[in-house]
Each structure stands twice: as structure tokens, then as C-alpha cells.
């Protein structure tokens, strides 16, 4: 780690200890930096002995994915971690109880018209497998989603995704962008911004397994720095919201709150969210009870399944050796004479053989 990126981490680790009571104090559970990009994650002393398998990856999409690309320095303000910027992702996966939980900081690739690359770079970091396998197959089955091992991103429970995504606005001109900045008319540019555009209309696209609050605060990027005015350089950039916090937790994670703050340092305005997580506690001595029963009850639903599929393949098709079938030797007409009726009482019956 860098000297600048340990006077980060010294400064935050400050910053902490004096916003939270003396009582309940918070300590650093892992950091890690990789060019641009640098994450903390800290968490309350007294929860820390919930917390098991911490493992911690990169992932390097600069130059084919051998390196990070060195860009500004943008410290963003988020939950958990502390995002710089990079083209790539430092990841980190740990156990709380027995909930399994994955957080992402990653900077995708720049550029208005690098939409396909930056969701290629999703595709790339979600789908590997960069964290250590689980082999414990009781475990994972209790820790993990999907039928994952922990392997790839996607395994987890709950997912954060956060960092300068650099996703902009398609087919509006800088002025125009402004204008409805300025107006508070958030929803038009959000109909045309290009992560929530590749979310209704591409099937392939990553980030649809995940869930992203309400955004109802001015795009974050760019600023010229130390104002509140937008990009006046001579290229002019056209406002985004690149900033982003994106979740995946079904019925486990519910954001409380999204926000931007107004901290001038960067080109960027840093993004924040609250989260509420529901975590699971796997009782052992249950969780085998049950496994159990469930074993019984299959082998019984299989044993009948059988039964029944047997008995469909082969159905009985000759009568009982007891049952006789009879005939009529001159059957009555339907339309007959007086006459007829009375010769058709003499009518006898045979007995099949």
C-alpha cells in the first residue's frame, strides 16, 4: 500500500473512532488498494466475532486486464467501502453468521460512447472466479445461492456493487443536460441514462440481477473542482450520475436511503447508502433433523411415483377368469312385427368361450 493510501486509511480510521459513541466502536476489517481504487470496510467491535472466511481478490481491466489505469484521485463516500476510481475491482467476501456477503468497488470504462466496453467489464468481473472455492458441501449448500461455491461474485447472498461506474446520458447535449439539471427534471435524463437504458433493453445485461434506489439527486459528474459548476473545460463534459450503488439480496437487503454530498475535492460528488440486512443464523442440530424427514419423504413420493408408473406402462387388458360374456345367438331387431317378437322368444344364448 501506498503512502497516500495509508494516510487515507489512518484519516478514516480517525474519522470513525470520533463519529462513533466510545461505547460501541468500530474497527478495520480489511483494506485494500490497487492503482486508483481503494476500499475500507470497517465494522462494530462487537459483531466481529460473527464474521469468518474474509477473502479478498482484484481484478485488473486496463490494457487487457493486466493493469489498472491510472487516473484521478476520487475519494466517494459510500456504506462500507471507499471508492477511488480504477478500470477494474477489488472485491471482498466474508460470513456474517451464516449469511454470505460480497462487496464490490469497482470503475468501469470512461467515455460517452463505451457503453458495450463497460458492460463488458461487468460481464468480466461478475462471472469470475477469482475467491476461493468453499468445498465443504453442507456449507456452501447453507452459505451460498444458485448452487454456487463462493467462487464467483454472484454465489453470495447479498451483493453491493459501488464505484464510479461512468455510465452517461445518451442523445442530449451538454446545455440540455443542464437545463434539466437545473429545472429539477430528473426523470427525463434518467429515461436516457445508459445503465437503466442497457437494463430494459439488453437480456444479457449483468447488472439486471441487481436493484438500485430511486436516484433523486443531480448526476455527480463532472464538476470542476473545488465549485459547483459543471465541466467549463475545453472538452465540456456533459453531467452523468457515474456514481453508483447497486444491491442483490432477495427479501434480504432493503435500502433506507441514497444520497449525494457536496464535498468539492473531486471532479465527482461523492454517493452514499443505507442498507437494512436480514442475516441467518443455520441451527445445526435442526437443519440435520430436517434434512432427514426430507430424505424420508422423498423415498417415499419416489416409491409411489414408481408404483404408479408401472402400473400406467402396464395395464391389465385380459378380463377375469371368472366372468362370462354372452351373446345373442338372433338378436332382436330393432324394428320388428308382431310376429317377429314372438319368434324371437324362442332366441337362445351362447356362452362365449
Not at 35 to 57: P, T
Not at 194 to 213: G, T
Amino acid at each position: 500500500m501506498s503512502r497516500q493510501y495509508r494516510a487515507w486509511r489512518d484519516y478514516l480510521v480517525r474519522c470513525v473512532e470520533d463519529a462513533m459513541p466510545t461505547k460501541e466502536p468500530y474497527h478495520l476489517l480489511h483494506t485494500a488498494s490497487m492503482v486508483g481504487l481503494f476500499s475500507c470496510v470497517f465494522i462494530k467491535a462487537s459483531q466481529r466475532n460473527r464474521i469468518r472466511n474474509i477473502n479478498a481478490a482484484e481484478i485488473k481491466r486496463g490494457m487487457g486486464g493486466l493493469h489498472g489505469n491510472k487516473v484521478r484521485s476520487n475519494p466517494c463516500i459510500v456504506s462500507l467501502p471507499l471508492t477511488a476510481s480504477l478500470q477494474g475491482a477489488l472485491i471482498l467476501r466474508f460470513v456474517l453468521d451464516d449469511s454470505s456477503m460480497c462487496l464490490v468497488n469497482c470503475h468501469l470504462a470512461a467515455g460517452q460512447t463505451q457503453t458495450v466496453h463497460r458492460n463488458n467489464d461487468l460481464t468480466a468481473i461478475l462471472e469470475s472466479t477469482v475467491l476461493p472455492s468453499d468445498q465443504i458441501s453442507s456449507t456452501s449448500r447453507d452459505t451460498y445461492v444458485g448452487g454456487g461455491d463462493g467462487s464467483m461474485i454472484l454465489d453470495n447472498e447479498i451483493c453491493i456493487l459501488n464505484g464510479d461506474l461512468n455510465y452517461r446520458i445518451d442523445t442530449m447535449g451538454r446545455d440540455t443536460v443542464i437545463k434539466a439539471v437545473n429545472a429539477n427534471n430528473f426523470s427525463k435524463l434518467l429515461e436516457r441514462d445508459q445503465l437503466l437504458v442497457s437494463r430494459r433493453r439488453n437480456p444479457a445485461f449483468r447488472l439486471r440481477a441487481f436493484k438500485e434506489c430511486p436516484i433523486t439527486f443531480a448526476p455527480t459528474y463532472k464538476y470542476d473542482v473545488g465549485s459547483d459548476s459543471y465541466d467549463t473545460s475545453e472538452k465540456r463534459r456533459a453531467p452523468a450520475w457515474c456514481d453508483r450503488i447497486l444491491y442483490r439480496g432477495v427479501g434480504k437487503v432493503k435500502q433506507m436511503d441514497y444520497q449525494r454530498h457536496e464535498l468539492r475535492v473531486s471532479d465527482h460528488r461523492p454517493v452514499s447508502g443505507l442498507f437494512k440486512m436480514r442475516i441467518k443464523t443455520v441451527s445445526a442440530e435442526k437443519r440435520a433433523r430436517v434434512w432427514r424427514d426430507s430424505e424420508l419423504r422423498f423415498l417415499k413420493a419416489k416409491e409411489r411415483l414408481a408404483t404408479e408408473a408401472k402400473y400406467v406402462a402396464n395395464p391389465p387388458t385380459s378380463p377375469r377368469s371368472d366372468t362370462k360374456i354372452y351373446q345373442l345367438q338372433n338378436p332382436i331387431p330393432s324394428r320388428c312385427s308382431r310376429r317377429s317378437t314372438r319368434r324371437s322368444e324362442t332366441a337362445t344364448l351362447r356362452t362365449l368361450p
